[in-house]
């Protein structure tokens, strides 16, 4: 490594791994195998001939690297734009990252945080490591045309193939994103998120409490207590083993089944119906307020950005983490209302209710009985 700015001309001799400064590095590998970290700056990085790693490791902030894209400069995200060239593994770092490999076999390891890892174009020539650390990482195949099968093994490797030629052992993966193919995707006893993405997908939630995600602006179908095919909006998609749904943006339509189930809100104008069980709607991701009257089943207006959503055999509304809520209980089954961080409303139903206003300065009507626990800590508010 030279910075002749700023430290000489030194000559280095059995060195095998590098790391840079916070300017503009030009950091050059050699045969052997070497890891190479650029830092801070807009770096030009090359591994040489061995098997190397360009790692991210000491980055502030989560980094988007692809290995599709060698000898391009790319915008990292928070290690600059860095320029990488003879490279086979990528080294994340302890925050949310997003690493794809390209057509030779890579090791990808996410190290902390919720990592996203892709093989890239990888057919089934080589075997990719996805290694997604510590926190709740996902091994996504988006991007690719064919179907893939990919399960997941607990503490054990999971596996991915096409055609039947494996493209990726999965290693600390808790969740699965399809690609545009006919996908085959099973989780494990964890508590996994599984998205088929486009095509006609068999997806599999496993032993855990699991999610069904779907994302984008598509509206889809969907009803949990159906086992056989069925027309979601983005495929004639075959799913079992879900207790949970993760919407996207779009009109969606979600039943659920006899057992408790969370539906998370993704936006949009959607119809939850629980169909039995303790069955939740969660709004915490609403980027606006959030009103909820469980007395009315028809289409209400949900958020001050807009929004219409009906609810059906909902006991529980979770309202938004960081925005005023309005939530108003039901008088047929004893409902759950939890608040966010800001002053909330919230008004029970005529049974027995469970008022949560988290922090802010929170408002609270029981009907029959009030009974309350308030201000349990300072952080709860004044309520």
């Not at 030009?26 to 801070?40: C, F, K, P, S």
């Not at 980094?63 to 003879?86: F, K």
């Not at 494996?166 to 085959?184: H, M, P, Q, V, Y």
């Amino acid at each position: 490594m030279q910075n002749t700015v700023a430290a000489g001309s030194d000559t280095l001799s059995g060195i095998e791994n590098l790391i840079g400064s916070q300017y503009n590095d030009t950091l050059i590998g050699d045969g052997n195998a070497n890891v190479i970290e650029g830092g801070l700056g807009n770096d030009t990085l090359s591994g040489g001939a061995g098997d190397d790693t360009a790692s991210y490791a000491g980055s502030a902030a989560g980094v988007t690297v692809s290995l599709a894209l060698q000898g391009v400069a790319q915008d990292t995200g928070s290690a600059g734009t860095d320029t990488l060239t003879g490279f086979q593994g990528l080294l994340g770092s302890a925050f949310n990252d997003s690493l794809t490999g390209d057509a030779s076999e890579n090791i990808l390891t996410g190290g902390a945080g919720d990592d996203t890892l892709n093989p890239g174009a990888n057919a089934g020539g080589t075997v990719d490591l996805l290694d997604g650390g510590t926190g709740s990482d996902t091994a996504s195949f988006a991007g690719y045309v064919a179907g893939v099968t990919a399960s997941l093994n607990g503490t054990a490797d999971g596996a991915a193939s096409i055609g039947g030629a494996a493209i990726a052992s999965l290693r600390s993966i808790e969740n699965l994103t399809g690609g545009a193919g006919n996908d085959i995707l099973t989780g494990d006893a964890n508590a996994n998120v599984i998205e088929g993405g486009l095509g006609d997908d068999v997806l599999v939630g496993g032993a855990g409490i699991d999610t069904l995600a779907f994302s984008g602006a598509t509206g889809v179908t969907v009803n949990l207590a159906t086992l056989t095919a069925q027309n979601t909006g983005v495929g004639n998609d075959t799913i079992s083993g879900f207790e949970n749904i993760r919407t996207g943006s779009g009109n969606d339509t979600i039943t659920g089944d006899a057992i408790s189930n969370v539906f998370f809100d993704g936006g949009g104008n959607d119809s939850y119906d629980g169909s039995g069980g303790f069955d939740t709607v969660d709004y915490s991701a609403s980027t606006s307020s959030v009103s909820v009257n469980l007395n009315i089943t028809a289409a209400q207006t949900i958020g001050t950005s807009g929004g219409s959503d009906s609810l059906r055999d909902i006991e529980v509304v979770i309202g938004a983490s960081t925005f005023t809520n309005t939530l108003i209980g039901g008088n047929t089954s004893a409902n759950r209302l939890v608040g966010g961080a800001v002053a909330d409303f919230m008004v029970g139903g005529g049974l027995s209710d469970v008022l949560i206003g988290g922090a802010g300065n929170d408002v609270l009507f029981g009907d029959y009985v009030n009974t309350f626990n308030t201000g349990a800590t300072a952080a709860d508010g004044n309520d």
